[in-house]
């Protein structure tokens, strides 16, 4: 009896992996359901947002409004094969000597699926999320300044753990490195910035923007130690995928929404003039 033995392939070129995503379901619908969220999202702040004038609110609004333009580009990247590969795991992970069957073709291809687009989406999505919050808790531009920095460090150094193949440990030592970064920046989020929002009067909206903010991040964290590119206990790449979209379905678009209604029902609280954000203690005086 003849056995038919799948086709090995050594490398895989851009339009396999396009063709790839666009005939697997799961993993598929993750990408462009994203891609669709983010365009009705923009469409729906920018009607919200059409009569603020208020530059301080309005640049609250663009922050947010950022959020979106980037998940656009960000998952079109991965749509269409740009920002994904497929990786060999380094000995010792769960899926390490695994193999990916494209769904196009059936041709098999050594090592596992990684969106490693997610981490240049997080890096330019991320910051705006925090200069939007740090406006709204009225904090200063150092304090704005030192959460944007640690945050991009946190995607780079997470990027750094997704695409590690030369050592297993190296993977964890990066991710280390990344929770620190994570750490740093909620400890902005949970004590410092909650004093400038309750100064500046805009507590109610700031502690829940934060702690839905916080909640999420910890789930994106412990996500990935979760999926196929940490511990594998879940090897799908399609659910891995999935549970990183659904956190940003909250995260980025049920986010940017609460922070669009509440600027333009409170343009009074989140408005300072020239000062933009700073807080009275970090006001200069007059000479």
Avoid at 58 to 80: D, H, P, Q, R
Wanted: hydrophobic residues 50%; charged residues 15%.
């Amino acid at each position: 009896m003849l056995q038919i033995v799948p086709t090995v392939l050594m490398q895989v070129s851009q339009q396999d992996l396009f063709k790839h995503i666009l005939n697997d379901s799961l993993l598929g619908s993750s990408i462009y359901l994203n891609i669709a969220l983010a365009g009705l999202t923009l469409l729906v702040l920018t009607y919200m947002a059409r009569d603020v004038a208020d530059p301080r609110a309005k640049l609250i609004v663009v922050s947010v409004m950022s959020v979106s333009a980037v998940s656009i580009a960000s998952y079109t990247g991965l749509a269409s094969g740009l920002t994904i590969s497929i990786i060999e795991m380094p000995e010792g992970h769960a899926l390490y000597d695994t193999a990916t069957a494209l769904t196009h073709s059936g041709e098999e291809v050594k090592g596992t699926v990684s969106l490693w687009g997610r981490y240049l989406t997080w890096a330019f999505s991320t910051p705006f999320i925090l200069l939007a919050l740090g406006l709204i808790a009225g904090s200063n531009f150092t304090k704005i300044y030192t959460a944007i920095i640690f945050d991009i460090g946190i995607m780079i150094t997470g990027l750094a753990a997704a695409l590690t193949t030369s050592s297993y440990s190296m993977r964890w030592v990066w991710y280390g490195i990344s929770v620190t970064f994570f750490l740093i920046v909620v400890y902005i989020l949970l004590f410092q910035w909650p004093e400038d929002a309750k100064e500046a009067g805009t507590e109610n909206i700031f502690n829940l923007l934060k702690l839905l903010t916080v909640v999420l991040w910890f789930g994106y964290t412990i996500w990935w130690a979760l999926g196929n590119e940490g511990l594998a206990i879940i090897e799908s790449v399609g659910l891995t995928s999935w549970g990183y979209s659904a956190f940003d379905i909250v995260a980025k678009y049920l986010f940017s929404f609460l922070v669009v209604k509440y600027v333009v029902d409170n343009v009074g609280k989140v408005s300072a003039g020239t000062d933009y954000g700073a807080t009275a203690s970090s006001k200069p005086e007059d000479d």
